[in-house]
């Protein structure tokens, strides 16, 4: 029985490994390198670098391991496009901001790797690689491949994170001469909450399986497989847009605020002021 099935945990070493091996870099670079990288009395990392990998780490292993990979690769593509949306639209995020700027220059040296980075970390290569690569990902074939083949999945999913990493560098990267202006940023986040709706709509009013792997007569929760794959449309197209448009309106009023801040003071002449003047230079006496 499916429901017998998921309720016995299955280990998944490989994500164990990578969630631990991170973790202990991450400790590493702090506590080791950063000390001898940074000036006396400067902490290597900051509460809000931590925070941020705590954050990263945690969706990253709870969307990685059982039960969310067993259910999304055996059961529901809804579940599956439900990871895909937080290893691409989150974790990468959340793992840039953990990130000192002197780590991010460590990680990448100075030679080719540097070079690529920064050639393709540029919005137009950055926003073209991740979203061609999004929409290759819900191709019948490499989604039923990757359904049945565990070095093909986790290959496709790493591919989406490293060109994931490249998309978010522009918007909140740890390399400030990459970064992008706020209202650059509204612009690419805007232009790339437009894409998901193509395979969303494709996915949500196609009939009958879309996907052979995710056709199987034991249907988990009673859910059919059409109602599966227009789910996971749904999932692609609302909760992936409107993550992108929280951000944007997030932006938005980092940008406003920032805009008032900065704007010179006295720009608009009140009734005090004029009668300020008035009082420290009265009319001459005749």
């Known amino acids: 029985m499916i429901g017998v099935e998921l309720t016995r945990f299955v280990l998944h070493p490989e994500v164990w490994l ?5 973790a202990a870099l991450y400790t590493y670079a702090e506590r080791v390198i950063g000390p001898k990288v940074m000036p006396a009395g400067t902490p290597p990392m900051s509460r809000s670098n931590r925070r941020w990998f705590s954050f990263g ?17 055996e059961h529901l593509y809804l579940v599956h496009m439900f990871q895909h949306l937080v290893l691409t639209l989150v974790v990468p995020a ?14 990448i040296g100075t030679g080719r790797i540097e070079a690529v980075v920064r050639r393709m970390a540029r919005p137009v290569p950055a926003a073209l690689a991740f979203n061609a690569l999004v929409l290759l990902s819900h191709w019948q074939t490499i989604v039923n491949t990757a359904s049945s083949n565990g070095l093909f999945h986790y290959g496709t999913h790493t591919a989406l994170v490293v060109t ?16 992008i202006s706020q209202p650059s940023q509204m612009i690419y986040l805007f232009a790339t909450s437009i894409v998901p709706t193509v395979p969303g709509a494709w996915l949500t009013f196609a009939e009958g399986a879309v996907y052979s792997a ?18 996971a449309g749904l999932i692609m197209k609302l909760v992936g847009g409107t993550y992108l448009w929280v951000i944007i309106t997030v932006i938005f009023f980092h940008w406003s605020s920032r ?10 002449l009140t009734w005090d002021q004029v009668q300020q003047e008035f009082d420290d230079h009265p009319a001459p006496r005749i």
């Open 18 to 22: 990578l969630i631990g091996g991170l």
């Open 94 to 107: 959340a793992m840039l901001k953990a990130t000192p700027e002197w780590l991010a220059r460590l990680v």
């Open 259 to 268: 805009q008032q801040a900065t704007s010179t003071p006295g720009a608009v």
């Open 214 to 231: 995710y056709d199987i007569p034991a249907r988990l929760w009673g859910i059919s497989v059409t109602s599966d794959q227009q789910v």
């Open 164 to 179: 994931a990493l490249l998309f978010w560098i522009p918007v909140c990267g740890p390399f400030p001469e990459l970064r």
């Open 57 to 73: 780490i945690l969706l990253l292993w709870a969307s990685a391991d059982w039960p969310v990979h067993d259910i999304g690769e």
